[in-house]
Structure formats: C-alpha cells, structure tokens
C-alpha cells in the first residue's frame, strides 16, 4: 500500500493483480463469498440506480448495507466517514463512480499500513508447532483436520496432537481426520493435555516431523479456568521446543458474526493469538466480518474456510476476498 496513492492509480493496480492471479483460486473466492457479494455489491448497484447523485440519503443506506453484512458498526462509520471525505475531496457526484473508492477504501482498511504476514511462521530448525484455539463448535478439529491436508501436499510429515481431552467425542475426531488424510496422531486416554503434549512433541523430535498441529479444549464459559490451562500447555511446549509455539491460530465461525469478534477479544486476553482461521465463510450473507475482525482486534485472518472438503481450506488473501465481494465489477 503506497500512501496517498489516487483511487484511480490503486484501482488500475488492482485490476492488474487479479488479471494475473490463479483462475481457480478466483473462482473459489467469487463462489465462497456469493452470499456477502450479494449483500453488499448487489445492494450498492441497486442503490446506485436509486440515487444518481451521491447526498446524505445515499450515505445512510449505504450503511445499513455494510452494517447489515456484519463489519461492524464501529468500522461502518469510520469507513462511511472516510468516503465522505474522499468524495469531497475527489469532487465526486455521480454515484456510480464511487465504487472504486469503496473498493480502495476497503483494502485501505484492513491494511491500515501494517505488514500483513498471512504465511505460516515456520520455525527455522523443525518442528514448527501451531496451537489451535476457539469455543467449541466453530471447526477447530476440522480446520486442524484440511491444515494438515494441505501441509502434507506440500511435502511436510505432519503430526496432530488430540489435545482437546474436555469434549466428548473430541479424540475420535481427530483421529478420524487422521485415517483420512494419512497423518500421524497422538491422543491418551483419561489423561490432561499437557502431558498429551509433552508426549506429542517429544515424539515430533525424535521423528523429525516437520509442523505439529495441536488441537485444544474450547470452553470460554471460565476465562480463568482457559487462561490457566492454555498457560501451562505454553509453558510445556516452549520446555520442549523453545520459542514455541510458533503459530497460536483462534478459529471463528463466520457464522456467528459479531458474536465472533467478542470470541477473538476474549482469546486476545488470554494468550497471544498470531492469525484468525475463519471457518464457514461460504455459508454467510455476513462475510464483513474479515474487515471488523481486523479493524476491532487487529488480528490478521490467516486461513479461510469457503467449503467443506479437504482441500477447502485456503490462505487469505486480501485482494481476492474484495474480488469476490464484487466479481463483475471488475471487468472493462
């Protein structure tokens, strides 16, 4: 992001990243974000067509439509505020050619200036350990489950670690993930996650695997309780493999909206969280949520899931997640 950059400039830019981007992967934004698109670019077209010239009336629907698609209405205002401005600024009147300023402003917001590092962390001597953290319920297992698919693909020898001892059913999932996809598990009966831990990364040494992927309970209802459990399991990995972990990735559902950014707050309070996994995100009108997410705890969104198989996990992109939010609109 170059700063001061005119809309124009950034938008011919853009234009030229998605031209030269991976067809399928496109694809798979534009299809996973049909329900948002419909939200927000649809609306904004037809809105378009209602009001002619840009005027307070036009401001307050536009708005609701991004309020409606879950951003968040913190980061609505600033953002509608922000394109009062430019369209001052700009001498902008035609509602039409506010588009590319919404599109500017949108990749403008989430990257507010900061580096944004959406690649795994990879310790410089293996094994790189990621902790998965999240409430129950959001596809923590099943993110764990595609993250070591796809790793495997790429080459790594991939360990998954049943540390989630709380939920019923919790072990066997994981274990089933691993018949699937051919990955090792380590999983003990009747015993506490650390020591199921602490047996999984002695055994990763040993064994030379490359990424170990750890799998924690999801109970928020006693912050205390969490904090104190996530505390020790820090305190045993980095025993074990110093500077460890290297990846602490929280899981959202999507689905659940701003409900989503209070889960994200309350894991920020308790340990140190490197990237959102944003599971679902297919199955929302309410695909805003990437832009709060990042605006209200300034945690980057790392991994997206946009369906339900193996390989429908996919590394977040920025520039592909606004393209799928306005497909067509992109075209001469």
């Known amino acids: 992001m170059i700063k001061g950059e005119t809309s124009m400039g950034l938008f011919d830019r853009f234009k030229k990243i998605i031209n030269n981007s991976n067809k399928k992967e496109l694809n798979t934004y534009e299809e996973g974000l049909k329900k948002t ?5 649809n609306k904004i077209k037809i809105l378009s067509n209602k009001y002619k010239k840009i005027s307070d009336e036009y ?52 990257v507010n200036n900061d580096i944004i590092i959406n690649k795994i962390n990879y310790a410089e001597k293996s094994p790189t350990v990621i902790l998965f953290v999240g409430v129950n319920g959001v596809g923590k297992t099943t993110s764990i489950g595609k993250m070591a698919y796809k790793l495997k693909n790429e080459g790594k020898k991939v360990l998954l670690v049943a540390g989630d001892t709380f939920r019923a059913g919790a072990v066997e999932q994981i274990i089933e993930w691993g018949n699937k996809i051919g990955c090792d598990v380590v999983s003990k009966e009747s015993a506490d996650a650390a ?36 505390d020790k399991i820090n305190k045993v990995i980095g025993k074990i493999i110093p500077n460890a972990p290297h990846e602490t990735l929280l899981v959202i559902d999507a689905t659940t909206g701003q409900n989503g950014i209070s889960q994200a707050k309350s ?19 309410k695909g805003g949520i990437v832009l709060a997410i990042k605006e209200n705890v300034g945690i980057p969104v790392k991994f997206i899931g946009l369906g339900e198989k193996e390989e429908d996990l996919g590394v977040f992109d920025i520039e592909k997640y606004i393209y799928g939010l306005f497909g067509g609109s992109y075209e001469e």
């Open 37 to 41: 698109r419909q939200e927000i670019n």
């Open 59 to 110: 401001f307050e629907e536009l708005e609701e439509i991004f309020i409606m698609a879950d951003v968040g209405v913190e980061t609505v205002m600033k953002f509608i505020d922000k394109l009062k401005k430019r369209v001052k600024s700009e001498h902008i009147v035609d509602s039409k050619d506010l588009l590319d300023i919404i599109i500017d402003e949108m990749f403008i917001i989430y």
């Open 195 to 230: 020591s199921v831990i602490y047996e999984a990364l002695t055994q990763a040494k040993e064994k030379s695997y490359d990424v170990v992927l750890i799998d924690t309970a999801g109970r928020l209802q006693n912050k205390v309780n969490l904090m104190n459990e996530l």
């Open 267 to 285: 894991f920020k309070e308790i340990t140190n969280i490197t990237g959102i996994v944003l599971t679902k995100l297919d199955g929302t009108a």
